[in-house]
């Protein structure tokens, strides 16, 4: 079975500051492992994923995020927040075979402050 | 990359009608279709997975008869709320999967259904 913890409901941080979402998973099979991040009343939009390869992703928007197998963790970290950041971000965990199903975290809500 | 539909992107309707939302991958084969479900400030719960020409598999808790979903095609998946109701009101998102690894699901923008 698989499963993924966010481990923050929300996180506040100042403009110009680093940005650190917290995501841990479980999975009984080698995982891939995705962030999407959706803004208010919008669909969602595939930030970057992890499939068995480089360990340390880049993404878009100069989100990237590091998959720690020993750690069970897929952390999203950006150096530099800008206000356009303020969000949802959901981490996503997928068992690599095509009968599983893609788990959601319950989700980080960002938010920027000046 | 890969791009999924849906339609309408927003519906209202009256209590006790039905609504129906379409999901289309648009230039891809779609193997395997999800419908979630988003209450405001919350995950995406998945409902139901679909796979072409079969009858779709309703996750725990999920009203089949009240949810219907059809996937007549490889690019064509419909969800219908049947005899909708206030409590019905959500934020629809459908995905789409195509054949061979990473099996990553594409995600449609999502249908905000309104029952009045």
Redesign the interface.
């Given at each position: 079975a698989q499963s993924v913890t966010q481990l923050d409901s929300h996180v506040s941080v100042s403009e110009g500051t680093p940005v650190l979402l917290r995501c841990n998973y479980s999975s009984s099979y080698s995982p891939?492992l995705?962030w999407?991040v959706q803004h208010p009343?919008?669909?969602?939009q595939?930030l970057l994923?992890y499939?068995?390869a480089a360990t340390l992703v880049k993404g878009i928007n100069g989100f990237e995020a590091e998959f720690k197998k020993s750690e069970t963790s897929f952390h999203l970290t950006k150096p530099s927040a800008h206000m356009s950041d303020a969000a949802e971000y959901?981490c996503v965990v997928?068992e690599?075979?095509?009968a599983?199903?893609?788990?959601?975290?319950?989700?980080t809500?960002l938010s920027i402050r000046p | 990359g890969a791009v999924v539909s849906q339609h309408p992107s927003w519906v209202i309707c009256k209590s006790g009608t039905s609504v129906k939302i379409e999901c289309r991958s648009l230039d891809f084969q779609a193997t395997t279709m999800f419908w979630y479900r988003q209450f405001p400030k919350q995950s995406l719960m998945l409902m139901a997975t679909s796979n072409e020409g079969s009858k779709a598999t309703y996750e725990q808790g999920v009203e089949k008869d009240k949810f219907l979903i059809n996937h007549a095609s490889l690019t064509l998946s419909t969800l219908t709320v049947t005899s909708a109701h206030p409590e019905d009101s959500s934020f629809y998102i459908c995905s789409a999967r195509g054949e061979g690894g990473p099996y990553e699901q594409y995600f449609g923008p999502g249908t905000r259904l309104t029952v009045t």
């Open positions: 891939s995705f999407y009343n919008k669909g969602l595939l994923k499939t068995s959901f997928s690599n075979s095509s599983s199903k893609i788990i959601f975290g319950s989700g809500r | -």
